[in-house]
């Protein structure tokens, strides 16, 4: 099982995934999003990881390592099924480190960001 929070129009939603043989439920219905992961160890600088909720090209990097990111502030904009998804800030951190390219192809669950 794996926690997200989903700011969807600045309003966060908690979610909880759990994978079943191949398939994916969830606690709560998912709109079209901007996934952010909730706080845990990281394998990454920061100890909040940002991870991408869909697969797909990672489009632009907004932040870098070092900036003060309010929550709700885009991070990545991924292009996920032909549309620029923002990944927002799950709150007020300072991003320790980026962990993608522009142009990297990325899988659902892939590391993106790590904040502090």
Do not use: C, W
Not at 18 to 27: A, D, I, L, M, Q
Request: glycine share 10%; aromatic share 2%.
């Amino acid at each position: 099982m794996k926690n997200y929070t989903i700011t969807v129009n600045g309003k966060a939603y908690d979610v909880t995934v759990e994978e079943k043989g191949g398939s994916v439920s969830t606690s709560a219905p998912v709109a079209a999003a901007a996934p952010a992961a909730a706080p845990a160890p990281s394998a990454g600088a920061g100890s909040v990881k940002i991870e991408a909720g869909a697969a797909g090209k990672v489009f632009k990097l907004v932040a870098t390592p070092g900036h003060a990111v309010k929550r709700g502030e885009t991070i990545v904009i991924l292009e996920v099924m032909k549309m620029e998804t923002p990944v927002v800030a799950p709150q007020d951190r300072t991003v320790a480190s980026i962990d993608v390219t522009e142009g990297q192809q990325i899988e659902s669950g892939a590391l993106l960001a790590t904040m502090n």
